[in-house]
């Protein structure tokens, strides 16, 4: 596909371009921009569906939307310097909303770059305690597929367990072959003295009591729903609770 040179020699100009992609006719919800308004030239006003900002959502929706284009803009940034430049833009933005409104901003990024990745504990031999971090990285959201090269669902809880301080679930259907993978792991959380709760159901009879009493032995909280003609619970779900605040919720179809 041709690249057109002179649009692009525009941009970097800081330019609109002169010729711009006609927009789609469908359902957009999108901050309306300089660029965005020469592009609905072509658009009659009456098809145009624009309306003010919702006061409640505002907030909201410009920080998508600036948060976007900074990834937009660090993304064409070279290896080398989107660190340096990443952070100088972050200060120059966070400094600004201290300046143009009222908060009280403590976010300024330090310039170093760095990120905080745990606060350990020390062991008796005065060691720091590793922190195990979980495989998908706390601020990703990931479809889970079990596709190869991917991780599984169980390795995945497996990487959670380690650094939660509290766990909970909702499991419509507890067996045997799904938890030997995890009951180390669940041993150890709750050797520690941190919290395992479970909710399951004995709807399509598929529970095992076995099972249950194996968590139990850990020292789970087990709670069984044994209405099989209302509720009909079918619900997956795994929440994984850090005081940090980095919490991770795992959820199933």
């Known amino acids: 596909m041709p690249v057109d ?5 525009e941009r970097r ?6 010729r711009l992609p006609a927009v789609e006719e469908g359902l957009y919800e999108a901050i309306v921009t300089d660029a965005l308004i ?6 009659p006003d009456d098809l145009a569906d624009r309306r003010p900002l919702n006061k409640a959502e505002a907030a909201d929706r410009i920080a998508i939307h600036v948060s976007r284009e900074i990834e937009r803009a660090l993304s064409d940034v070279s290896d080398e310097k989107r660190i340096d430049v990443g ?13 143009l409104t009222s908060a009280s901003v403590d976010g300024m990024p330090s310039p170093s770059g760095e990120v905080l990745r745990g606060v350990r504990t020390r062991r008796p031999d005065g060691r720091p305690e590793p922190v195990a971090e979980p495989l998908t990285p706390l601020l990703d959201t990931a479809l889970l597929t079990n596709a190869p090269g991917e991780p599984s669902l169980w390795k995945q809880i497996q990487s959670e367990i380690a650094s939660a301080d509290s766990i909970d679930v909702v499991m419509a259907f507890v067996r045997r072959s799904g938890i030997n ?4 792991a669940l041993r150890r959380h709750c050797e520690a003295g941190k919290e395992l709760r ?8 598929s529970t095992e009591s076995s099972a249950l ?7 789970a909280q087990v709670r069984v729903s044994y209405d099989t003609t209302t509720t009909r619970l079918h619900a997956k779900a795994w ?5 940090t605040g980095f919490s991770t919720a795992l959820v199933g179809s």
């Open 13 to 18: 100009k800081g330019e609109i371009p002169s």
């Open 38 to 43: 020469q592009r609905l030239e072509s658009v």
């Open 87 to 99: 952070v100088n833009v972050a200060r120059a933005i966070v400094g600004q909303l201290g300046v």
């Open 213 to 219: 009493d194996r968590l139990v032995d850990l020292g």
């Open 239 to 243: 929440i994984f609770h850090r005081r």
């Open 5 to 9: 040179t002179a649009a692009l020699d």
């Open 181 to 184: 993978p995890l009951l180390e």
């Open 198 to 205: 479970l909710l399951t159901t004995t709807y399509t009879g």
